[in-house]
Structures are given as C-alpha cells and as structure tokens.
C-alpha cells in the first residue's frame, strides 16, 4: 500500500539558511498535518492543511510557513534556521471524511550547523 | 500542561512477558485514542486504536483496554518478543483531527 513521501530524508543547514520540506500524502488523502520531534521527545504538531487551506496550527514558530498545493502535497518552509531546529520532520496524512487516523511518513532529519 | 499522560518512561519485559503501558487524559473533547509505535529514526507507525464508547480493542499480541470514567487507556503486548522493543506512543484525537501525544515509553525485550 502507498505510504506518505517525504523529502529530503536528510538535510543539513547552516544557521540563518532557509530549508524547504515536501510532503506527498497518501493518494486520497486531503489533509495533512506537520509535526517536529526533537531527540527523546514526542512529536509536536506544527500545522495541518485541509484542501489547501490551513485548518489548523500548532507550535509553529513564525519563521516556518507552510502550503498544501492542488495535488495535495505540501511543503514547510523554514527560514532563519536556528541551532534548535535540528529535528526529525513529520509529515502525516488521513482522509478528513474516513474514520481512519493520521499516518505518518518517514520524515526529514534536518540538522542545522 | 500535558493533555496525555503516559507512564511507564521506560519499560524493560522478558521474552514472552506482558508489557503493559498506561495513559490517562483530561479534555473529554478527544474522541479517538490511537497508539503509535515508532523505531529510531522512523516515522510513528498506527499500531492499534479505539474509540471511547468501545471498552476493549485487540488485535493479535495488542490490546487496548478504555476506561472512559476514569479517563485511562492502556496498552497491553502479550507475549513480548524482542522485535517489539521500540518507543511507543499513546495518542488523543480532537474531533477536528489534531493529535496530541503522549511522552513516549522505551520498551526493551529481553531476548
């Protein structure tokens, strides 16, 4: 079965460059959601997109935005990259009218120099 | 203020023991409780979930176990195998979709 894309699975910033992150939700799917998880830590909900607009945002520093395009995917922009922004990425995405929950991808591990 | 609370941290079961991880919530407006399970460096995978008006839910060696009075969730492996050592994750959904975690537990088999 077709699981949740995300690229790059790894990427490595200096402080201050900026980072794009993409998602591809599962087929069907049209919502995604983004979540940073730090060393140790549980996810963290960043945003979550339902057809193309923002439904919903959590702690989302102001120097991410983020947008899901007409296919669906989506992509996190991060900015001004900062030391602490060293984490793994999450993207995950459900069908807004199934029962189903949220699957998620593999990630991006972004490591900011 | 964290909305789910999970204990144990860590979790260390011999082969074939039951690992039993328990979680507790507050905010009554969550409607469905999936549990996650997550190896280093991957994504979380959906394990198992339940609904609140459902007391049990098992599948295979995973059972969850609700008690929707005193706001308790758990999650049971029966006959623990050391491929199930991982980080596990209880979850709450809101009715608009958004999941929030729990901190995680470190299970470990012992072969």
């Known amino acids: 079965a077709a699981g949740v894309i995300q690229s790059p699975r790894h990427l490595i910033k200096e402080k201050r460059e900026t980072a794009t992150l993409k998602c591809y939700p599962i087929?069907?799917?049209?919502?995604v959601y983004w979540y940073q998880q730090g060393p140790g830590q549980d996810p963290q909900f960043l945003i979550s997109?339902?057809?193309?607009?923002?439904?919903d945002k959590g702690s989302i520093p102001d120097r991410f935005s983020a947008q899901q395009f007409s296919d669906y995917h989506s992509e996190l922009n991060m900015s001004s990259l900062e030391l602490g922004d060293s984490a793994l990425y999450f993207c995950?995405?459900?069908?807004?009218?199934?029962?189903?929950?949220?699957?998620f991808g593999p990630g991006t591990r972004l490591l900011v120099l | 203020q964290q909305q789910v609370k999970q204990s144990p941290q860590s979790l260390i079961v011999q082969k074939g023991g039951i690992s039993i991880i328990n979680c507790a919530y507050e905010?009554?407006?969550?409607?469905?409780f999936p549990w996650y399970q997550q190896f280093p460096g991957k994504g979380p995978a959906l394990l198992i979930a339940?609904?609140?008006?459902?007391s049990e839910k098992k599948e295979g060696r995973f059972t969850i176990s609700f008690n929707k009075s005193a706001k308790q969730f758990s999650l049971h492996i029966m006959d623990s195998q050391p491929g199930d050592s991982a980080t596990y994750f209880c979850?709450?959904?809101?009715?608009?979709?958004?999941?929030?975690f729990g901190k995680g537990t470190r299970l470990h088999i012992l072969p």
């Open positions: 905010n009554t407006a969550f409607d469905y």
């Open positions: 339940i609904r609140p008006d459902v």
């Open positions: 087929p069907r799917h049209d919502t």
């Open positions: 995950a995405s459900s069908f807004s009218s199934g029962v189903e929950t949220q699957y």
């Open positions: 997109f339902y057809e193309k607009m923002q439904s």
């Open positions: 979850a709450a959904r809101f009715r608009d979709d958004k999941i929030i």
